[in-house]
Structure formats: C-alpha cells, structure tokens
C-alpha cells in the first residue's frame, strides 16, 4: 500500500486492510491488523522485529510520520500488572499472555497500556491518528471502573505550577525523578512562560530583499515597538516607499503604526504560525503573537489582498 | 580424664590471659575507635569475643542502612556508646511515588529509645524516614549536646520542626535540611535561632521555598564565625547574597539563592569582588534562574572549585562552556539537559580531572521537544575525563555503539546509571535493544558497585550482568527482561548484590523463588508490577523465616496477585507498625 510519509490520514487507511506488512518504497507501511490496540511488554517483541506502534513499522526512523522511534509514548502503566489482564476483542478487555503462551501475540508488537483502560479493540486506522492523543486523555476516561492510577500514586502538586506531570498520562514515576526536582521544573517552565525569559528567534523575509533577518520577539513587548523595530531592519530596502505614502514620522509613532503600514498598502506583514497557516500580523494579542509565530514575511500589499489562498500558496512556494 | 581435660581447659584460659594481659582492652579499643568505615567494623567484630567486645565499646557511630532490620533496642543493647547515627528507611522507589505515604519508617520510636539510651548522642542523619514537627521537638530538647541533623527525602514534617530546633539546640553545629516532602510554613524558623547562638557551621536549606526574614540570616551568618557550608534557598536575592558573602568569605561550600535580580553595574562589581574573595570555596550550588550575564561573577570564585551543582540553572551550551572554562579543578559536575551535547563537549575539553556526571532532565515529560542530551555529549565527555567513575544520565536516545565507546574510554566506572526516558526504547540507529551497551559496561567495568539499566533489553543484558558484574552491588531494573530467566541469572551470578529494585519487568515466581538462599546476603529486594502472585510471596516467607516479606496491595487489584513486593533481612522480626495496606507474610 502506497503511504506518504506524513501523518496517518483517515482517507487513505480505508481501503483495503492487509493482513501482513507491506512495506513500501520508503520503507514505511501500514499493517491495519496493528491498528488493534494490544498489551505488549516494551521489549517482549524478538529483537529482528521492528517495533511497531499503531502499524507505522519505525524502521527508518522516519520522525515525519508524527511518530518518534519510541514506540512507547504516553504509557499508562501506573506500575500495574500490564502482563495478566486481559483483553479481547469482543468485551473491550485487554488480552495479554506471558512466558511463551503467546509469543506470536507479543511478536506483534504492541503498546503497554493500562489494563484498566477499557478501549475499544476494533480502533479503526481513523482512530490511530489520534489514538496517541486519546491516550493521552486516558485518565480522565470513565469506561474503566477504577482509576487509572492507584490515588496513592498520584504526584500531588506542591505549589500551582506542577501542572505538567499530572496532565498529561504518564507512567507513576517514571522518569525517577524526585518530586521535589520535578516540581521545580514545572515551576520553572512556568515561570519562562510568564516573564518571557530566553529568546525566541524568528526569520524575517521581505519580498525582493537580497537576504533574511533574524528577531528576536521576547526582546518587544507590543506590536509598536516591533514594527519600529522591523522598519528600522528593513528601511534600506523601502527608502522612499513607506513615507511616500504619507505615514507619519517615526518619532510620532502610534500603537496603528502597523495597521498604517498595512493599509498604506506597500507592504503587509505576513507571519506561519505553529499549524502552518500564514496569517495577518496584528490580530490577536502581542503574547499570543510571539506564541505562535514561527517565521515572517513581509510581502507587497499588491499580492496579498485578504491574504487570498493564492498569495499564501505564493508564500509557500517562494520559501 | 576429667583432670586431663580440666588442665588442659586451665593451661589454655591462662595461655589466653596471657595473651590477654600482653595486648589489653583499652589499647585494642583505642586502636578499633580509629577505624571509621562501618564495614571495617563489621569485620572486626566477627574476630573472635573480645574483638566483638572492643570493637562495641570503641564505636561511636552506627549506620543502619534499613531501619527495620534491627530495632531500636537490638541497636542499644550492643552498642553503648553511640553519638552518631545514621538511618535510612522507605525503599528507594519511594522517592518516585511507589511506595504508599503511611508506609512507615517513623523516627520516634528509634528517639525513645535513643533519649534513654544515648542522652549525649550528637548527630543524626535520616534518609527517606518519616518524622514528625513533634518529633523533631522531642529531639530538640531530649539531648542537650545535639549537634548535627541531616535530613533527606523525609517526609512528614514542617519549618515548625526546624523552629523547634533552632530554638532548643544551643550546641547546633549543621543544620542540613536537603530535598524532603517537608511542609513549607513560613520562613519564620529561621529567626528562631537565640542571638547567643554562635555554633553553626553547616546551613542548606536550599530546598525550602518560602521568604525567610534576611535580617535575621544575616546576623546569623555574622555572628557564626566557623560557618563553612551555607546553602540558601531561591528566596535570596543576589544583592543579599552578596552582603551574606561579606561576613563570610571563609565559606568552603556556597549554595546560591536565585541568581537573576537586575543588577546595577555597582552591585555586579560588588558581587564580583566579594565572590572573588572566597578563596575556600570548592563547592557551588544554587544558581536559582541563573542569568548567562551574571555567570562572569563567578568565575574568579571557581578556580579551585572541584563540585558544581547546576542541576537547577536552565543554563544553555555557550554559558557553560565558558563557565567550565574557569573550572579546570572540576572533579563533579551536575547539569541539566539544556546544555545538550555541544554543552557536555564544552565539559569533555575543559574538564579533564572530572570524576563525576549527572545530567538531569529539565522537562522530562514531554516527549515532543526534541531537545536535551544524546550519545553525542555522553561519549564527549568521555573521550575528555578518563577519570570518570560516577555517571547518572537522562537521555531520549542512546545506541550500543555509543556505550562501547564510553566505556572503552573510561574503564573505571563504579556507579553507571543510564536512563533512557521512554521505556523500552531500543538503540535508536540499529533498532536493536540495548543488551550489548550493558554488556560492554559489565564486561569493561570490572569495579563497578552500581548499575541502573534502561532502553529495550532482553534477558540477555541479565545474562551479562550475572556472568560479568562481579563487584554489582545495587541494581535498578524497568521495563526490562524477557522471562523469569533475565532475574535468574542476576540472583545466581552477582556475588556481592546487596540492592534489587525491578519494577515493570515480567519476572514471576520462579524468579523470585531463586533467590531463596541469597536474599539473607542482601538488604532488600523490591519488585513491583511484576508477575509475582500472592502465593509465591507466601512461600518465600515461610522457607526463609529471617526475612520480612512484604505485600503492597493497591486498590482493586486481582487477589492473587502480589503488586509491590519488599522483601528484607531482619533480626528484628516482622514489624508491627505497618499500614493496613502493607501485608506482612
């Protein structure tokens, strides 16, 4: 079967189900018997054969397919016994069988999970795509009688910020790392996030400039000041052409000094955010901003009316 | 016959006074209270009746390694003289949440006896027991010559307890209060310290979080003349750790506060200079949001420095590297994994007496960044520090090939802890497991104590660990193995195993049960989300009466089956303080 190297797609996984590892060009390939979530020990397969997670076979590694080569992410495990449950098909238990019982199960590959989790085995590739996510909101799901983790095994948050090990589902103490260490982290990812410390580089296009430029957003605090900031960068290129538009001086600069520079029409400033989307700079608050940009491009006005799919298409291309 | 035998018997007594007369008691009890090393000791006593007798008169410290292998009282009764003691509860994995919160290991009762016993005893040192605010007040005013508490990965009390002893003990020579679940009330504690009091030479309370009242730091740090050891905690600002500095630049280990306030260029040339003027200083830690423009400020403080605690400064590469570049004493480095490789190569140029590594994770649960250290800064630093023993290292991805070259480069490790964070993970070039990287390490490292093993491993890393590792004396397993076969040969190969910690490893019964014999050699034995059962615990508990066996049961779990297990040598019997969740078999 014919796969891209990008992400699962519900589309293509429809059509026919093999039942045995086809593997393709790039060595990438789709075993949908795979897709069937089953408990398997990291390591209880034989070692020529290649971990498998969710039917992607990692062999080469290929991280563009949104999986690492850590088969293994987002455990629920919270040192239960992942090895006598049980799960079949039919009634949405876990089936696992150890010591040579099952080697052919174990030889599948498979993912550990909690067995307390109650998934449903038929997980269709659709679900395969988002299954890392649904594992990652396991613990929240109440099919399951009993807690994912024991309540004793809970980390509970010394201060606010240690958010981030509760969320996400993890397995209890793994890494071993002492509580107070990981809270501190947590803390200290925090506080980066409130004070903006580090720097975050972008890159700078301009539609006909020789080279690029590099900013640094954590160093402006409003949009003003950042425009200021790029004129200033760029202003050997468009001498002549922002002020003939009649915008005012730059010492009488104004918080709509952006929006002049946009609707004067030259030039429009143009940022990728994190989904790949190219957007207009401007809309949403100076934080969201800097949290989401990925690069900038500062394109004539002319092709960007609306930012019309064909001038982000240009975008695209010219990058 | 009966007077033969009875000359004999009377020839031989005055033979062996004789000899007695010629090497008295209090010359080998003199010569035994130089022997420090509690293994030593050991020995010792196993001489013969009079060695056994010297060697419990001469000792004054003891250190008990698991609280309940030995009571209170056993302890008293054969060592009169204790003004030192060391004790250590919970089972390691308690530090990563495994082990229920009630489980034990309560200091009060050892205190009872202690106060009846040991009225001058001076120091204690606890590792992961729980102790109480009113057992720390009853320590408080129980011995009047009390000079030493250390305190790690304790749990169960708060600053109230550190007031009570600040306020009590008038001879307090350290104070050392390091990662415990301690419940932060306020930093009021630290201004009960009486203006009389002049003792201290050891402060850490780096770990606490809340504002203490500076002023009275300050005093306190003036008017103790022998401080040596301070180690503030992230509420110190730099300006005020240079005014502390002022009074004490005779400190030999400096635990900075946060190492971020906005400085003027007057008060960074303040802290320059006063930094500059701590010529003892051979230990820095702290470093609280270390900001890469204030580092300069160290760097004429680090020449002689040989221990660098980094592991709470997010430093980047180039920050370090320059910083190291001031450190060419450096024995032990701890770091966080921000430094990423081209930080640890920094380490590997300019580090070449480096004797010990840690690398800890900075935000070890996301696995989406791709961020941190790899094979790459590990085998770096080897090829720049042959001297390295000591290596703990966080990592996303490893190869064999790598751990072969590490190892090659530096033979002598005794302590290799090597956490590959997402378990299971095989070598991420090969796609093969991780066995052969172990395997190097066991076969290259002939003197190593220590080994914690991770990635994607089959019985055959264990089948080299039992043939190879001859001197192992503790092991750490997750998310390893492959059979009952993988334990087998660690219980039958490893001479001098003392520690076993496995957990989520399909080890069973037979596994456990082939252990019978050696488990009386060991401290402990830890296994949890194995596939033990129930009755396999029972049998191990009736063969071996000398052992506790311990059932950890967690809420709706299967009846037959044994979750946790700890299993331990004790002289004590079974306890009798154990939680309703902890079964005793």
Not at chain 2, 95 to 103: A, Q, S
Not at chain 2, 287 to 307: E, V
């Amino acid at each position: 079967m014919e796969r891209s190297s990008e992400k699962i797609s519900s589309s293509s996984s429809s059509s026919s189900i093999p039942s045995t590892e086809d593997k393709t060009a790039n060595g990438t390939c789709l075993n949908l018997k795979e897709t069937e979530l089953r408990l398997g020990l990291p390591g209880s397969q034989s070692p020529e054969r290649k971990l498998s997670l969710f039917g992607q076979d990692l062999e080469t590694n290929d991280k563009s397919n949104g999986f690492t080569g850590s088969p293994l992410k987002n455990l629920v495990s919270g040192a239960k016994r992942g090895f006598s449950d049980a799960i079949d098909g039919s009634n949405g238990k876990w089936v696992f069988a150890m010591n040579g019982k099952s080697d052919v199960e174990l030889a599948k590959g498979a993912v550990l999970a909690s067995p307390r989790v109650g998934l449903d085995s038929k997980t269709n590739p659709q679900q395969a795509k988002t299954s890392v996510s649904v594992m990652k909101v396991v613990v929240g799901v109440p099919q399951s009688p009993k807690p994912v983790q024991a309540k004793n095994n809970l980390v509970p948050p010394v201060n606010d910020h240690a958010i981030a090990p509760a969320s996400k589902a993890q397995v209890v103490g793994w890494p071993p790392i002492r509580s107070f260490r990981k809270n501190s982290m947590a803390s200290n990812l925090a506080k980066n996030s409130d004070e903006g410390a580090g720097c975050l580089y972008v890159k700078v296009s301009m539609d006909g400039a020789p080279y690029l430029r590099k900013v640094d957003l954590k160093t402006y605090n409003n949009y003003m000041e950042f425009s200021s900031a790029l004129e200033k960068m760029f202003s050997c290129f468009t001498i002549g052409q922002c002020n003939s538009s009649g915008l005012p001086a730059r010492d009488g600069l104004s918080e709509s000094r952006l929006m002049d520079l946009l609707h004067g029409s030259e030039y429009v400033l143009t940022y990728e955010d994190k989904d790949g989307d190219w957007m207009l700079v401007g809309d949403v608050p100076w934080e969201m901003f800097t949290d989401s940009c990925r690069r900038l491009r500062i394109m004539k006005g002319s092709e960007a009316i609306g930012l019309a799919p064909r001038a982000m298409e240009k975008c695209k291309n010219q990058n | 016959m009966g007077s033969y035998s009875s000359e004999l018997k009377r020839s031989k007594d005055s033979d062996e006074s004789a000899r007695r007369s010629s090497f008295p008691d209090e010359v080998l009890e003199r010569v035994l209270s130089l022997l420090k090393s509690h293994r030593d000791r050991s020995s010792v006593s196993l001489v013969c009746k009079d060695w056994y007798n010297a060697e419990r008169w001469s000792r004054t410290h003891v250190f008990i390694g698991n609280c309940y292998s030995v009571s209170p009282e056993i302890v008293a009764r054969r060592f009169p003289r204790i003004r030192s003691v060391t004790l250590k509860g919970k089972p390691r994995f308690s530090d990563f949440n495994l082990v229920p919160e009630n489980w034990g290991a309560d200091i009060h009762a050892w205190l009872v006896v202690f106060a009846a016993k040991y009225p001058f005893l001076e120091e204690l040192r606890l590792k992961r027991m729980a102790i109480s605010d009113e057992s720390l007040e009853f320590l408080a005013i129980s011995f009047p010559n009390f000079k030493a508490l250390s305190l790690l990965s304790c749990d169960g009390f708060s600053t109230n307890g550190l007031a009570a002893i600040a306020t009590h003990c008038k001879n307090l020579t350290e104070l050392d209060i390091q990662e415990n679940g301690i419940d932060d009330k306020g930093g009021s504690w630290l201004s009960c310290f009486p203006e009389s009091f002049t003792s201290l030479e050891v402060l850490n309370f780096a770990n606490l979080t809340s504002d203490i009242n500076f002023d009275a730091l300050e005093k306190l740090v003036g008017r103790c003349k022998s401080m040596r050891v301070l180690k503030l905690n992230r509420s110190v600002s730099l300006e005020q750790l240079q005014r502390l500095l002022v009074s004490a630049p005779q400190l030999a280990e400096l635990g900075t506060g946060s190492f971020s306030q906005e400085l003027t260029i007057h008060e960074y040339e303040d802290l320059e200079s006063t930094l500059s003027n701590c010529k003892n200083m051979h230990t820095l830690s702290g470093l609280w949001d270390a900001k890469g423009i204030y580092l300069p400020a160290l760097y004429p403080a680090c020449s002689h420095l040989t221990f660098l605690n980094l592991s709470y400064a997010a430093l980047q590469s180039v920050e370090l590297a320059k910083l190291l570049a001031h450190c060419p004493r450096l024995k032990r480095l701890w770091v966080l994994d921000t430094v990423e490789d081209k930080g640890l190569e920094a380490v590997g140029l300019n580090c070449p007496l480096l004797e010990e590594l840690r690398v800890f994770p900075a935000d070890p649960f996301d696995d989406e960044i791709v961020h941190g250290v790899t094979e790459a800064g590990f085998v770096a630093v080897s090829f720049g520090c042959p001297r390295l023993h000591y290596v703990l290292y966080f990592c996303r991805q490893m190869t064999n090939a790598a751990v072969a070259t590490i190892v090659q480069n530096c033979p002598d490790f005794t302590h290799f802890r090597l956490c590959i964070m997402n378990p299971g993970q095989p070598d991420y070039l090969t796609n093969e497991p991780m066995d052969e990287a172990f395997g190097a390490v066991v076969k290259t490292c002939t003197k190593l104590q220590r080994l914690s093993v991770s990635g994607l491993l089959t019985d055959l890393t264990f089948e080299y660990i039992g043939r190879y590792a001859k001197n192992l004396e503790t092991l750490s397993v997750a998310f390893a193995g492959r059979s009952d076969w993988g334990m087998q040969c660690v219980l039958g190969g490893c001479p001098k195993l003392r520690k076993l910690e496995i957990r989520d490893c399909p080890f069973g019964n037979a596994a456990l049960l082939s252990g019978l014999e050696k488990y009386e050699s060991m401290r402990s034995l830890w296994m949890s989300a194995c596939n033990v059962t129930m009755n396999g615990c029972r049998l191990l508990a009736r063969e071996m009466p000398r052992l506790n066996v311990e059932v950890m049961k967690e809420d709706g779990s299967d009846d037959s089956q044994a979750d946790k297990v700890y299993v331990y040598r004790s002289i004590a019997g079974p306890r009798r303080d154990a939680p309703p969740s902890v079964l005793t078999l």
